[in-house]
Nanobody
C-alpha cells in the first residue's frame, strides 16, 4: 500500500515558476522500482497526463503541452518526485495530482494505482 502527499501549489503570475513536490509513504514506497508522475485537472475538464518518471529516473515522458517548460525529477532516498514548472501560462491552471504505479510507466488515469489528494495551481494573466 502507498499514500502520496503533494505540496507546493499556489498562485503565480504568468511567466513565473513553481515547484511541486510529492512524497510517497507506506510499504510499497520502499520499492524503488515504482513509477511516479503527475496529472492535472482543470475545471470542467478531464484529468490529463502531465509527466512521468520511472524507478531509475532514466525514462521520462511529458505531455506535449508542457514539454520544454516542465521538468520532472525524483529523489529515491526521499521517496519523492518533483515537478518544476517554468514559464507558466494561464492554461496551466488546474489541480495537480501526484500518481504512482508499481512498475509500469503510465500516461493514462486507468494505469495509475495510487493518487494523491491534489494541490491547486493558479496562474494569473
Amino acid at each position: 500500500q502507498m499514500s502520496l502527499a503533494e505540496s507546493g501549489g499556489g498562485v503565480v503570475e504568468a511567466g513565473n515558476s513553481l515547484r511541486l513536490s510529492c512524497t510517497a509513504f507506506g510499504r510499497a514506497a520502499n520499492n524503488y522500482r515504482y513509477v511516479m508522475g503527475w496529472f492535472r485537472q482543470a475545471p470542467g475538464k478531464e484529468r490529463e497526463f502531465v509527466g512521468v518518471i520511472d524507478g531509475s529516473g532514466g525514462r521520462i515522458s511529458y505531455a506535449d503541452s508542457v514539454k520544454g517548460r516542465f521538468i520532472i525529477s525524483r529523489d529515491k532516498d526521499l521517496n519523492s518526485v518533483y515537478l518544476q514548472m517554468n514559464r507558466l501560462e494561464p492554461e496551466d491552471t488546474a489541480v495537480y495530482y501526484c500518481a504512482a504505479n508499481s512498475v509500469l510507466v503510465f500516461t493514462t488515469t486507468r494505469e495509475v494505482k495510487y493518487w494523491g489528494q491534489g494541490t491547486q495551481v493558479t496562474v494569473s494573466s
